[in-house]
């Protein structure tokens, strides 16, 4: 069965230090990544998203994600976090012969120190 | 452009009881999934509705079920509610493919606030 393992549970930033989360996921086929956020009261929102092509993908805010498939491995990313980054990260997958289904992870949440 | 809306924000039931909760997708989408987040956990998908049909299901019981209507709006059923119902429901809208289904982004609503007494 498909999963999605994010094993960062809490991070605690200060404001323009360098950010990554890990995120691996468990399926042998093709699939789509994603990287969604929770910003505090809010609903979530896509944050960048890979489905086939250049591996490293960009998304909103200035952050990115690289697919290491050998490594079935979907790190986020962000050179400089700011306070308003803080929020709730989740990395979500699905594949193609189960597309309709999106698996999440339990998410990690990003404390930035201002 | 309206994006996708969930009601009502919050509900409180006791067990046993039976709740509906609706979605209306995101303007030009026609497929709406629902999840189920608890406290603390990312969101479970519990089932995907396209053409007014249950097109995929995850690992929920018969207790959950569900409806879309020809203008694309869905409801979510849950019957004999249970304490561990209590979560934060979501609703996701996405505009099916042709074909195959991959390449799907799914947009998320507000969700529903659910607790069970």
């Known amino acids: 069965a498909q999963s999605v393992s994010q094993h960062n549970h809490h991070v605690i930033l200060s404001e323009a230090a360098s950010l990554e989360l890990g995120c691996n996921y468990s399926?042998?086929?093709?699939?789509?990544l994603f990287w969604y956020v929770q910003y505090p009261g809010q609903h979530l929102q896509l944050l960048l998203k890979y489905f086939s092509g250049d591996p490293l993908v960009k998304g909103i805010k200035g952050f990115e994600a690289e697919f290491i498939k050998s490594k079935f491995s979907f790190n986020l990313r962000k050179p400089s976090v700011q306070w308003s980054d803080t929020a709730e990260y989740f990395c979500a997958v699905n594949s193609d012969s189960s597309a309709s289904k999106i698996i999440f992870g339990s998410g990690t949440r990003l404390s930035i120190r201002p | 452009d309206a994006g996708v809306t969930q009601s009502p924000t919050h509900l409180i039931k006791t067990r046993g009881q039976q709740v509906t909760l609706r979605c209306s997708p995101k303007?030009?989408?026609?497929?709406v999934s629902w999840y189920q987040q608890a406290l603390g956990q990312g969101p479970q998908f519990i089932f995907q509705y396209y053409e007014e049909e249950e097109r995929q299901r995850g690992n929920f019981p018969d207790r959950f079920s569900g409806h879309q209507f020809p203008n694309y709006s869905s409801e979510l059923n849950v019957n004999a509610l249970l304490l561990g119902d209590s979560a934060l429901y979501l609703c996701?809208?996405?505009?099916?493919?042709?074909?195959?289904?991959?390449?799907?982004?799914?947009?998320f609503g507000p969700g529903t606030r659910l607790l069970v007494l």
């Open positions: 303007s030009g989408h026609d497929t």
């Open positions: 996701a809208s996405s505009l099916a493919l042709g074909g195959g289904l991959s390449g799907e982004t799914q947009y």
């Open positions: 399926y042998g086929g093709t699939v789509n």
